[in-house]
Protein backbone atom coordinates (compact mmCIF):
# COMPACT_ATOMS: atom_id res chain seq x y z
CA UNK A 1 0.00 0.00 0.00
CA UNK A 2 1.28 3.08 -1.02
CA UNK A 3 -1.13 5.39 1.15
CA UNK A 4 -0.34 6.04 5.08
CA UNK A 5 -1.03 2.48 7.41
CA UNK A 6 -3.30 3.54 10.19
CA UNK A 7 -2.74 0.43 12.76
CA UNK A 8 -5.52 1.89 15.17
CA UNK A 9 -7.93 1.56 12.00
CA UNK A 10 -6.86 -1.91 10.60
CA UNK A 11 -6.91 -3.29 14.52
CA UNK A 12 -10.67 -1.79 14.47
CA UNK A 13 -11.60 -3.19 11.14
CA UNK A 14 -9.37 -6.62 11.84
CA UNK A 15 -11.19 -7.27 15.76
CA UNK A 16 -14.81 -7.01 13.11
CA UNK A 17 -13.88 -10.79 11.25
CA UNK A 18 -12.10 -12.66 14.00
CA UNK A 19 -15.01 -15.10 14.20
CA UNK A 20 -15.37 -16.65 17.92
CA UNK A 21 -11.61 -16.10 18.28
CA UNK A 22 -10.52 -15.60 21.72
CA UNK A 23 -7.48 -13.29 21.20
CA UNK A 24 -5.77 -11.27 19.01
CA UNK A 25 -1.84 -9.97 18.09
CA UNK A 26 -0.88 -7.54 16.26
CA UNK A 27 2.44 -6.03 15.37
CA UNK A 28 3.52 -2.93 13.96
CA UNK A 29 6.86 -1.63 12.38
CA UNK A 30 7.47 1.72 12.66
CA UNK A 31 10.52 3.58 11.18
CA UNK A 32 13.09 5.03 13.31
CA UNK A 33 14.65 8.09 13.08
CA UNK A 34 18.12 7.18 13.36
CA UNK A 35 20.14 4.18 11.76
CA UNK A 36 24.18 3.40 12.27
CA UNK A 37 24.34 5.63 9.21
CA UNK A 38 22.75 8.97 10.86
CA UNK A 39 19.48 10.91 11.11
CA UNK A 40 17.10 9.23 8.90
CA UNK A 41 15.14 11.23 6.38
CA UNK A 42 13.30 8.40 4.91
CA UNK A 43 12.88 5.22 3.79
CA UNK A 44 12.30 4.24 0.10
CA UNK A 45 10.57 0.51 0.23
CA UNK A 46 9.72 -0.82 -3.75
CA UNK A 47 8.03 -4.00 -4.29
CA UNK A 48 7.43 -6.63 -7.38
CA UNK A 49 4.36 -5.76 -9.79
CA UNK A 50 3.15 -9.42 -8.87
CA UNK A 51 5.79 -11.35 -6.90
CA UNK A 52 5.00 -8.91 -3.23
CA UNK A 53 1.62 -10.26 -3.10
CA UNK A 54 1.69 -13.93 -4.31
CA UNK A 55 4.90 -14.02 -2.00
CA UNK A 56 2.86 -12.80 1.39
CA UNK A 57 -0.50 -14.90 0.07
CA UNK A 58 1.35 -18.05 0.14
CA UNK A 59 2.99 -17.17 4.00
CA UNK A 60 -0.23 -15.96 4.77
CA UNK A 61 -1.60 -19.71 3.73
CA UNK A 62 1.38 -21.59 5.34
CA UNK A 63 0.44 -19.66 8.46
CA UNK A 64 -3.03 -20.73 8.64
CA UNK A 65 -1.84 -24.13 7.90
CA UNK A 66 0.45 -24.19 11.01
CA UNK A 67 -1.88 -22.73 13.19
CA UNK A 68 -5.79 -23.02 13.72
CA UNK A 69 -5.94 -19.25 12.90
CA UNK A 70 -9.62 -17.35 12.30
CA UNK A 71 -8.62 -14.39 10.78
CA UNK A 72 -5.26 -13.06 9.74
CA UNK A 73 -3.79 -9.27 8.39
CA UNK A 74 -0.75 -8.13 6.45
CA UNK A 75 -0.38 -4.47 5.56
CA UNK A 76 3.18 -3.03 4.62
CA UNK A 77 3.86 0.27 3.02
CA UNK A 78 5.86 0.99 -0.36
CA UNK A 79 7.33 4.23 -1.53
CA UNK A 80 8.40 6.64 0.44
CA UNK A 81 7.78 6.60 4.45
CA UNK A 82 9.12 9.17 6.72
CA UNK A 83 10.43 8.42 10.04
CA UNK A 84 8.07 7.11 13.16
CA UNK A 85 5.18 6.53 10.36
CA UNK A 86 3.91 2.88 10.59
CA UNK A 87 5.74 0.33 7.90
CA UNK A 88 3.96 -2.67 8.57
CA UNK A 89 0.95 -3.97 10.48
CA UNK A 90 0.46 -7.88 11.33
CA UNK A 91 -2.41 -9.21 12.96
CA UNK A 92 -3.85 -12.74 14.24
CA UNK A 93 -6.36 -14.03 15.60
CA UNK A 94 -6.97 -17.40 17.13
CA UNK A 95 -9.15 -19.53 19.86
CA UNK A 96 -6.08 -18.85 22.08
CA UNK A 97 -3.11 -16.20 22.27
CA UNK A 98 -0.17 -19.11 21.87
CA UNK A 99 -1.12 -19.65 18.10
CA UNK A 100 -1.98 -16.02 17.78
CA UNK A 101 1.36 -14.74 18.86
CA UNK A 102 3.34 -17.79 16.94
CA UNK A 103 1.76 -16.47 13.94
CA UNK A 104 2.24 -12.95 14.09
CA UNK A 105 6.02 -13.68 15.13
CA UNK A 106 5.90 -16.55 11.87
CA UNK A 107 4.53 -13.78 9.68
CA UNK A 108 7.01 -10.95 10.61
CA UNK A 109 10.14 -13.08 10.01
CA UNK A 110 8.71 -13.95 7.03
CA UNK A 111 8.64 -10.23 6.11
CA UNK A 112 11.82 -9.21 7.35
CA UNK A 113 14.22 -12.02 5.45
CA UNK A 114 11.70 -13.33 2.52
CA UNK A 115 9.12 -10.92 1.23
CA UNK A 116 9.90 -9.17 -2.36
CA UNK A 117 10.60 -5.70 -0.67
CA UNK A 118 13.64 -3.60 -1.75
CA UNK A 119 14.47 -0.94 1.04
CA UNK A 120 16.12 1.92 0.64
CA UNK A 121 17.52 3.96 3.95
CA UNK A 122 18.22 7.87 2.76
CA UNK A 123 19.87 9.78 5.43
CA UNK A 124 21.49 12.96 5.49
CA UNK A 125 25.10 11.36 4.68
CA UNK A 126 23.47 9.52 1.70
CA UNK A 127 21.59 6.31 0.80
CA UNK A 128 22.08 2.20 1.69
CA UNK A 129 19.96 -0.30 0.72
CA UNK A 130 19.01 -2.32 3.58
CA UNK A 131 19.20 -6.31 3.36
CA UNK A 132 18.30 -8.42 6.14
CA UNK A 133 20.96 -8.92 9.04
CA UNK A 134 22.19 -12.18 10.12
CA UNK A 135 19.91 -12.18 13.05
CA UNK A 136 17.32 -11.65 10.42
CA UNK A 137 17.98 -14.92 8.95
CA UNK A 138 18.39 -16.71 12.29
CA UNK A 139 15.03 -15.43 13.48
CA UNK A 140 13.61 -16.87 10.01
CA UNK A 141 14.94 -20.45 10.45
CA UNK A 142 13.53 -21.03 13.68
CA UNK A 143 10.00 -21.91 11.98
CA UNK A 144 12.27 -24.57 9.40
CA UNK A 145 13.65 -26.35 12.30
CA UNK A 146 10.22 -26.74 13.94
CA UNK A 147 8.06 -29.07 12.68
CA UNK A 148 5.60 -29.50 14.68
CA UNK A 149 2.69 -27.18 15.39
CA UNK A 150 2.26 -25.90 18.75
CA UNK A 151 -0.23 -27.16 20.95
CA UNK A 152 -2.44 -24.68 22.00
CA UNK A 153 -3.36 -24.16 25.79
CA UNK A 154 -4.48 -20.79 27.45
CA UNK B 1 13.82 -7.93 -27.95
CA UNK B 2 14.07 -9.37 -23.99
CA UNK B 3 12.51 -6.83 -21.83
CA UNK B 4 15.23 -6.77 -18.47
CA UNK B 5 14.21 -5.47 -15.23
CA UNK B 6 16.24 -4.68 -12.00
CA UNK B 7 15.24 -4.44 -8.80
CA UNK B 8 16.64 -2.93 -5.57
CA UNK B 9 20.29 -2.11 -5.62
CA UNK B 10 20.59 -3.52 -8.94
CA UNK B 11 18.88 -0.02 -10.33
CA UNK B 12 21.96 2.29 -9.15
CA UNK B 13 23.95 -0.01 -10.63
CA UNK B 14 22.61 -0.39 -14.80
CA UNK B 15 20.65 3.11 -13.94
CA UNK B 16 17.47 1.97 -15.18
CA UNK B 17 14.59 -0.56 -13.75
CA UNK B 18 13.99 -1.80 -17.33
CA UNK B 19 15.34 -1.84 -20.33
CA UNK B 20 14.33 -3.77 -23.50
CA UNK B 21 17.93 -5.96 -25.08
CA UNK B 22 17.90 -7.36 -28.44
CA UNK B 23 19.43 -10.93 -27.37
CA UNK B 24 22.62 -12.31 -29.62
CA UNK B 25 22.09 -15.47 -31.23
CA UNK B 26 24.49 -17.29 -28.32
CA UNK B 27 22.69 -15.90 -25.62
CA UNK B 28 19.94 -18.98 -25.32
CA UNK B 29 19.44 -19.01 -21.26
CA UNK B 30 19.74 -17.63 -18.01
CA UNK B 31 23.12 -17.81 -17.65
CA UNK B 32 24.25 -17.00 -21.07
CA UNK B 33 22.34 -13.65 -20.30
CA UNK B 34 24.26 -12.89 -17.16
CA UNK B 35 27.93 -13.40 -18.38
CA UNK B 36 27.08 -11.57 -21.50
CA UNK B 37 26.10 -8.67 -19.53
CA UNK B 38 28.62 -8.63 -16.97
CA UNK B 39 31.18 -8.35 -19.98
CA UNK B 40 29.45 -5.95 -22.04
CA UNK B 41 28.43 -3.64 -19.17
CA UNK B 42 31.85 -4.38 -17.40
CA UNK B 43 29.37 -5.51 -14.40
CA UNK B 44 31.87 -7.87 -13.17
CA UNK B 45 30.22 -10.51 -10.73
CA UNK B 46 27.32 -8.11 -10.19
CA UNK B 47 24.32 -10.51 -11.60
CA UNK B 48 26.41 -13.29 -10.50
CA UNK B 49 26.42 -13.09 -6.95
CA UNK B 50 25.17 -16.34 -5.39
CA UNK B 51 22.29 -13.92 -3.86
CA UNK B 52 20.70 -12.23 -6.70
CA UNK B 53 17.28 -14.54 -7.90
CA UNK B 54 16.69 -14.31 -11.59
CA UNK B 55 12.62 -14.37 -12.47
CA UNK B 56 11.88 -15.55 -15.80
CA UNK B 57 8.40 -14.13 -16.92
CA UNK B 58 7.21 -13.27 -13.35
CA UNK B 59 8.31 -17.06 -12.13
CA UNK B 60 11.13 -17.34 -9.66
CA UNK B 61 13.96 -19.64 -11.65
CA UNK B 62 17.07 -21.40 -10.38
CA UNK B 63 19.99 -22.88 -12.37
CA UNK B 64 19.78 -22.76 -16.46
CA UNK B 65 17.33 -21.34 -17.41
CA UNK B 66 16.15 -21.45 -21.63
CA UNK B 67 15.27 -17.63 -22.67
CA UNK B 68 14.74 -15.84 -25.97
CA UNK B 69 13.61 -12.57 -27.25
CA UNK B 70 10.13 -11.72 -26.22
CA UNK B 71 11.10 -13.15 -22.82
CA UNK B 72 11.09 -10.84 -19.46
CA UNK B 73 13.68 -11.43 -17.19
CA UNK B 74 14.04 -9.57 -13.54
CA UNK B 75 17.16 -9.83 -11.53
CA UNK B 76 16.20 -9.67 -7.79
CA UNK B 77 18.82 -8.74 -5.06
CA UNK B 78 18.53 -10.09 -1.40
CA UNK B 79 14.80 -9.11 0.17
CA UNK B 80 13.39 -7.71 3.27
CA UNK B 81 10.61 -5.24 4.29
CA UNK B 82 9.69 -4.72 7.78
Keep these: ?154 | MAKLFYFGRLIDISGTAQENVPLPAHVEDTETLVSWLEDQRGWQGVLSERHIRIVVNDEIRSGRVSISNGDEIGFLPPVGGG
Design chain 1, 1 to 154: MTTRLNPIAELGAFQDRIGDAGAIVSFTGVVRSRSGLGDVLSLHLQSHPTLTEQGIATAIDTAHARWPLTASLVRHRIGEIGPHEPIVFVATAANHRRAAFEAADFLMDYLKTEAIFWKKEITATGTTWIEPKENDYKDRARWHARTETTKCTE
